[in-house]
């Protein structure tokens, strides 16, 4: 196991599914972990599964409230001056074809999914330029396989998943000279809170232990930023190696 020891994380999403389990597996692997969600009484039951020897620090804000993420940038630049690795795994998720989707529900997707993600990034860039300069520095971004082809029914989603894909093709061009890695993980379906609820609404039996596993994506985060400073893994496929059809 690597060692992340003195490294600064930012994990969004930390309340839920993966990025919880990236945010426990950072601070299991030595990492201070500034924990992002907006689910208070789940932040709290974070901070009590976290296992050391790094810390995990619970942090409650929208990421759509530019307010909220201003002050939660200045709070961890205050704190530490650095950010090593920002994983970006929260997001929203509605499915409907395009005569019944809502534009209100593409707002939100694209709110959640995208503006968010590249406003935090956009203000975090300093810190992780710091880190960058010092050994180096990630963003990650959890994506999806609806962000390299489209299915039926996930017209909102799947765009916002190809801008995520857009966003980090295009920032790793001008970050990768700081010393800064950008990787986008594609995800196939995993076992988490939103996936159940998928299959759910899907009318289909819920088999998790068919799905990939959120355990699984933390461990491919905790690789891709245990890599040597002189390697970058640019985009990865994460497919469930058994099927649940
Ligand atoms: N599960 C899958 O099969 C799958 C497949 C492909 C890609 N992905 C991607 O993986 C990521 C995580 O998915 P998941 O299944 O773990 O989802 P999840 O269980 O639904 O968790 C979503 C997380 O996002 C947070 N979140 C959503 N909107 C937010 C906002 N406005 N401000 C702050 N936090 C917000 C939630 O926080 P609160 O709960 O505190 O509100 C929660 O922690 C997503 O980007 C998703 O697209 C998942």
Do not use: C, W
């Not at 600064?8 to 919880?20: K, Q």
């Not at 599964?49 to 201003?70: F, H, S, Y």
């Not at 990630?138 to 998943?161: K, P």
């Not at 970050?175 to 950008?182: F, H, L």
């Amino acid at each position: 196991m690597t060692s992340f020891a003195g490294h600064v994380a930012v994990v969004t999403g930390a309340t839920s599914g993966i990025g919880r389990s990236i945010a426990l597996r950072l601070a299991a692997d030595g990492a201070t972990v500034h924990a992002l969600g907006r689910d208070q009484e789940r932040l709290d039951s974070l901070g009590k599964k976290a296992t050391g020897p790094g810390t995990l620090v619970p942090i409650r804000l929208d990421l759509t409230d530019d307010a909220a993420v201003t002050s939660a940038v200045e709070l961890i630049l205050e704190q530490h001056g650095r950010v090593d690795h920002l994983v970006h795994s929260a997001g929203a998720y509605s499915s409907a074809r395009v005569d019944a989707a809502t534009l209100t529900e593409l707002d939100a997707q694209y709110a959640a999914n995208v503006r968010a993600p590249y406003a935090l990034t956009q203000r975090l860039l300093p810190a992780l330029r710091v880190a960058g300069a010092d050994g180096g520095a990630d963003v990650i971004i959890v994506n999806s396989t609806q962000g390299l082809r489209a299915g039926a029914g996930t017209s909102q989603f799947a765009a916002t998943q190809h801008a995520m894909r857009a966003f980090a093709d295009s920032l790793r061009q001008e970050i990768n000279a700081d010393g800064i890695r950008v990787a986008t993980i594609h995800l196939g379906r995993t076992a988490t809170p939103r996936q159940e609820t998928i299959f759910a609404r899907e009318g289909r039996a819920y088999t998790p232990e068919l799905l990939l596993q959120a355990d699984d994506v933390a461990d491919l985060v905790a690789y891709l930023i245990g890599l040597p400073p002189t390697a970058e893994i640019t985009e990865l496929h994460l497919r469930p190696a058994k099927k649940s059809y």
